[in-house]
């Protein structure tokens, strides 16, 4: 019994150190399948890509072409977005790039808005990626059996199933024909349900194509975060080729929609531990001269123009260039005598308006002073107002000269401003000065109101006497039948009117 005793602390002591070696090799290898995880998991390497992207401002050239694009049908690019179709019926637009993309792995973000006045719109828009530009057909205004990938933001719902508006990735191999009267739902291989018509802020896609992996992530245009995206769809083991353009194309029919893209955003994704290719290899040797070539002949282009500008200017050589555009510093000491230019007219349109009060206050003077010569009654209450009269102008008096002294204030700052350029501690000790004296004009009219109006009595005008009737009763009664039976004789006429326009349809 004893020794079953003894044996029973070993027996737990074993027990433990078990239990805890089990625990410690169960973490240390969930470490080492998250740490693989999270290695496997890591984002590959994005590099903006400008030739195949556009956003404003400045989209648009002035001759209305689209850098490193091109736009057909319908589309008319502006100087921060591209309207792909106007809100007009049987339109077809699209833009495509110039170039080919011969990238393995790539993200395109797409701001758009689709707005309309109707409850439904239509058709559609779609971003693709093709072996060849699909300028004009009626797959969304791009042409059909096209090789590639397009991704559809479908509007309107012909089949009737109330499965739109929808957003649809549709695969072809250059021999598939689009199944317009089923919204492309049996040639669909992904799609999600999203409403993107007619939303306050713009709506956002971002596409990509990483490892034969198609992600589509939406935002659904509620609020202005451009990162609050959603998972949309993801179509795996997709094989597209490896060069081709990037469109986007844009189609209305029966029921018409501003179809607007705000900006296209291509990246070029790598592989993470990859060295990201040098931009130098990008461009092959022949376009590298090409591109020479005209960089020469354009520059002595220039050169000719400005020899051509001299001869013709001979009094504008010498002149420094950038005497042409405003430096910072510049730009703020303009910004302070517009301020003091306009605190300046502010303060003169206040000295008008005194030196008007002022003249009613002396002929309010003068008119009192002809009473009491004439009449001679009530002297005493007439020269404790006329002396009221007299004090008020007196501070009006007070008021006038110092808005004339904040003036010169005023004119002296903008002349120093105008010869040196600086004193910006000069400046504002005016600027203050002239804000003591506002105070000071301020207690002073307070005042003056104070003595004008003892003991807070409220100065009431004279009465009016009551004006007397010009219309009887009768009369108006009259008028009223009048202009009833008008009117009701007008209504009757429009009926007749109406009545007779509707035999005709």
């Not at 479908?154 to 957003?167: L, R």
Request: charged fraction near 25%; hydrophobic fraction near 35%; charge should be negative.
């Amino acid at each position: 019994m004893a020794v079953s005793i003894a044996q029973r602390p070993a027996a737990g002591a074993r027990f433990f150190i078990l239990t805890f070696l089990t625990a410690f090799i169960f973490h240390h290898s969930v470490a080492e399948t998250s740490t693989g995880a999270s290695a496997s998991q890591e984002q590959p390497h994005r590099r903006f890509e400008y030739k195949y992207s556009f956003k404003g401002p400045h989209l648009s050239q002035s001759d209305g072409s689209i850098p490193f694009w091109i736009h057909t049908g319908n589309a008319i690019p502006s100087a921060d977005q591209v309207r792909i179709t106007p809100s007009l019926r049987s339109q077809r637009g699209s833009v495509w790039t110039k170039n080919k993309v011969a990238f393995e792995h790539w993200e395109a973000e797409v701001t758009f808005r689709v707005s309309g006045r109707g409850r439904m719109g239509a058709d559609g828009l779609a971003v693709w990626f093709t072996s060849t530009q699909g300028l004009d057909g009626p797959v969304y205004g791009a042409a059909d059996q096209w090789n590639g990938v397009g991704v559809f933001f479908d509007s309107f719902d012909n089949d009737g199933k109330k499965n739109n508006p929808a957003i649809i990735v549709v695969g072809n191999n250059g021999n598939l024909v689009y199944d317009h009267q089923n919204d492309g739902t049996t040639q669909a291989l992904g799609t999600c349900l999203r409403d993107f018509r007619n939303k306050p802020y713009p709506i956002r896609a971002k596409i990509t194509y990483y490892k034969q992996t198609l992600t589509v992530m939406i935002n659904n245009g509620f609020t202005p975060d451009k990162e609050d995206y959603e998972f949309c769809t993801k179509v795996d083991n997709m094989i597209i080729p490896n060069e081709g353009f990037f469109g986007i194309s844009a189609a209305t029919g029966g029921l018409a929609d501003d179809h607007d893209v705000l900006s296209f955003l291509l990246f070029r994704l790598t592989e993470p531990g990859q060295q990201p290719p040098p931009v130098e290899s990008e461009i092959p040797k022949e376009e590298k001269d090409k591109y020479q070539e005209e960089f020469q002949n354009f520059q002595q282009e220039l050169d000719k123009k400005k020899e051509e500008f001299q001869k013709e200017h001979p009094d504008v050589q010498g002149e420094p260039i950038e005497d042409l555009y405003e430096s910072v510093n510049d730009r703020e000491i303009r910004q302070v005598f517009e301020g003091q230019n306009r605190i300046h007219l502010e303060i003169k349109q206040l000295n008008r308006q005194l030196a008007m009060i002022l003249d009613e206050q002396r002929r309010y003077v003068s008119v009192i002073t002809d009473e009491i010569a004439k009449k001679g009654t009530n002297a005493e209450h007439t020269f404790t107002q006329h002396a009221n009269m007299t004090l008020g102008l007196s501070f009006l008096c007070v008021c006038r000269n110092s808005f004339f002294e904040s003036l010169k204030q005023i004119g002296s700052v903008q002349h120093q401003g105008n010869a040196g350029g600086m004193g910006t501690y000069e400046t504002i000790q005016h600027f203050n000065d002239i804000k003591e004296h506002l105070h000071v004009v301020k207690r002073d009219v307070e005042h003056l109101v104070q003595r004008n109006n003892p003991g807070d009595k409220v100065v009431k005008c004279p009465e009016m006497p009551a004006m007397p009737s010009c219309l009887s009763t009768v009369h108006f009664a009259i008028f009223v039948v009048v202009q009833s039976v008008l009117f009701f004789c007008y209504i009757m006429y429009k009926s007749q009117q109406e009545a007779a326009a509707k035999k005709f349809f």
